[in-house]
């Protein structure tokens, strides 16, 4: 204690100047070697170079709070400790942090000045809010209700969600162009990463689900690390493609990456090219399905014209001989009936030496009952005719 200070009834007398260095003293002998405090980052404000926030907890109901200043060296050493762990130094994550307190006269505010970062501490706090978002959706069925939507036969029509700046979404461009199917696509560009990006993707989400010109819905983000790709865990994000009206394929991250966004989606691709690939890939199917009935119809309908000619020759075949088949078999039957009337015909039968006889009248005489004597009758032979008169009739 200074000499200087002055004792009040024995009781140490400081100006604010003296008191704040008193306090200093007392906290760095208390704190000497530094103190680890825990809490939920708010207020984050970053002044390049330096960043300033709060450290808050809730405590009975109240807030109580910490002023914490993150000075531009340590700021760098923080911020590469949690990168490392893909964690982004943001509003709302809970950190546990290494500093000494300092009084600052001048604002004659208490605060801590840090140093370090417990980078497994906010991992942790994050993995744990993370699986616990996750059981709350699969208890609600989140997962499912996207997955039912049907994916059309021919996706033609793709609404993609990235950033036009991202070189995933280049190579999975490239590999719709190069397919040579005539996709149309309709394109959102938003913010992948950052505050910006899960507000951004909501809105794309919901702005495709009120289309009606759209088959599929890609939402795309490039490899990165965990902070960068923590957007994809968004309770928002993970209910708007619940919700979308059309199928959403994700294609986010590397291949051991798998966000929230990936379990709730309609198909979880492992990178934007490889969900490009299964977009492709359901069109060349339809494609392929097409040819092969195309070719089964092909062989089917030169079947039946072989099948036809076939029957149209025999047809020909049957007009030509029938007909004169017909003819010969009705000329054999004229025949037939010509010889049977030429046998009936009386004629014929006079030849063979029979006769017909007739009265006066040209009754034909059949009984010796037909005439009586003295009346002319004629007889008829094959050469000729005899005209005699009945003398009697025995």
């Not at 004792?7 to 007392?26: E, K, W």
């Not at 009206?245 to 309609?266: K, L, Q, R, Y």
């Amino acid at each position: 204690m200074p000499a200087e200070i002055e004792f009040v009834n024995g009781i140490p007398s400081f100006t604010v100047g003296q008191f704040a260095g008193v306090l200093n003293q007392v906290m760095g002998a208390s704190f000497d070697e530094g103190v680890w405090v825990e809490g939920e980052i708010e207020g984050l404000r970053s002044p390049n170079p330096h960043a300033y926030f709060s450290l808050i907890e809730n405590v009975g109901g109240a807030k109580a709070q910490l002023p914490c200043n993150l000075f531009a060296g340590p700021l760098k050493n923080v911020q590469a400790k949690l990168r490392n762990q893909g964690i982004e130094l943001k509003n709302g994550l809970k950190v546990r942090l290494y500093g000494r307190p300092d009084f600052y006269a001048p604002f004659g505010k208490l605060s801590l000045k840090v140093s370090d970062v417990d980078t497994q501490f906010s991992a942790g706090d994050i993995a744990a809010k993370r699986e616990e978002l996750l059981r709350k959706l699969l208890e609600m069925g989140v997962d499912k209700v996207n997955k039912r939507r049907p994916v059309p036969l021919v996706p033609l029509r793709l609404g993609v969600i990235s950033s036009s700046q991202a070189a995933g979404w280049a190579d999975a461009q490239q590999h719709l162009l190069e397919s040579g199917i005539g996709f149309s696509v309709s394109f959102i560009d938003v913010r992948v990463q950052g505050d910006d990006a899960a507000p951004q993707i909501i809105r794309a989400l919901n702005t495709f689900s009120r289309r009606d010109d759209i088959d599929l819905v890609l939402l795309m983000r490039g490899g990165g690390s965990k902070g960068d790709l923590a957007a994809f865990d968004d309770e928002g994000i993970a209910m708007a493609i619940s919700k979308c009206a059309h199928p959403v394929f994700t294609g986010i991250g590397h291949e051991i990456d798998t966000s929230i966004a990936d379990v709730v989606a309609h198909s979880a691709n492992k990178t934007p090219t490889a969900c490009a690939q299964v977009v492709i890939a359901l069109v060349e199917e339809f494609l392929g399905e097409l040819s092969f009935s195309v070719d089964q119809l092909r062989r089917a309908t030169e079947g039946s014209l072989v099948q036809a000619r076939s029957r149209i020759g025999m047809a020909v075949e049957r007009l030509t001989t029938r007909p004169r088949i017909a003819l010969e078999r009705q000329s054999q039957r004229l025949a037939m009936h010509s010889a049977s009337v030429r046998l009936l015909d009386p004629v014929t039968t006079m030849a063979r030496g029979w006769s017909i006889t007739r009265d006066a009248n040209g009754n034909v005489v059949r009984s010796k009952d037909d005439v009586a004597a003295g009346q002319k009758i004629t007889t008829l032979l094959a050469d000729g005719s005899i005209t005699s008169t009945v003398e009697g009739v025995a």
